[in-house]
């Protein structure tokens, strides 16, 4: 059974920083690529970076470009996301999900398993 | 304002069919596959069509999904209860350097 475990989450001051990991299991984790996904609160779902099955390569949404970096380990089956410069419009529920191959992009159909996600709240 | 738009709400009565749109363009849409997700209140989301109308093992068949052109659509036959909930599209971008794009969400409500 796939699963996936979030945990780091949150409160931040603006300007801070902050990791985000996610643990999973039930699936050879080099195998996929994975991506984060976040929802602030009362709205709707957007994304944020992904990471290939090597983590040779990353995306990110350009919202979040040059203050967060997506990484995985992939002897310790776990996904990361660190998070610098927050903003209080960072304010969200991070989820990690599961791609349905290793690459990235159109080609690898994404998002078929998600975590249960973790609050992050930035705020003075 | 979400790059995929869909209606921000539907509604129908047990047994009815309902259909949510999902408009985009020739970068998002037009040219990628489209998939949808279910998020039932307090829960994450889940796959519910990918590939535009292939459905995960587990995903009942009153669910089904439909491209054309630029559009996309996502419909429930025999509606349920427990099919209240929002839905949610998404598409590759082929835009700049590429990423995914979500739909604004359609909260459905079953009355």
């Known amino acids: 059974e796939v699963q996936l475990l979030e945990s780091g989450g949150g409160l931040v001051q603006p300007g801070g920083s902050l990791r985000l990991s996610c643990a999973a299991s039930?699936?050879?984790?080099?195998?996929?690529?994975m991506s984060w996904v976040r929802q602030a609160p009362g709205k709707g779902l957007e994304w944020v970076s992904a990471?290939?099955?090597?983590?040779?390569?990353?995306y990110y949404a350009d919202s979040v470009k040059g203050r967060f970096t997506i990484s995985r380990d992939n002897s310790k089956n776990t996904l990361y996301l660190q998070m610098n410069s927050l903003r209080a419009e960072d304010t969200a529920v991070y989820y990690c999900?599961?791609?349905?191959?290793?690459?990235?992009?159109?080609?690898?159909?994404?998002?078929?398993?998600w975590g249960q996600g973790t609050l992050v709240t930035v705020s003075s | 304002q979400s790059v995929l738009t869909q209606p921000p709400s539907a509604s129908g009565t047990p047994g009815q069919r309902v259909t949510i749109s999902c408009s985009g363009s020739?970068?998002?849409?037009?040219?990628?596959?489209v998939y949808w997700y279910q998020q039932l209140p307090g829960t994450a989301p889940k796959l519910l069509i990918y590939?535009?109308?292939q459905r995960p093992s587990g995903v009942p068949d009153r669910f089904s999904g439909s491209k054309s052109g630029t559009s996309a659509s996502l419909a429930i036959s025999g509606l349920r209860s427990e099919d209240e909930a929002d839905y949610y599209c998404?598409?590759?971008?082929?835009?700049?350097?590429?990423?995914?794009?979500f739909g604004g969400g359609t909260k459905l409500t079953v009355l």
């Open positions: 999900a599961k791609d349905q191959g290793p690459g990235l992009g159109a080609t690898t159909p994404p998002f078929d398993y």
């Open positions: 020739s970068s998002n849409i037009g040219s990628n596959y």
């Open positions: 590939r535009n109308n």
């Open positions: 990471i290939s099955g090597s983590g040779g390569s990353t």
């Open positions: 039930g699936f050879t984790f080099s195998s996929y690529a």
């Open positions: 998404a598409a590759w971008d082929d835009s700049l350097s590429g990423s995914w794009v």
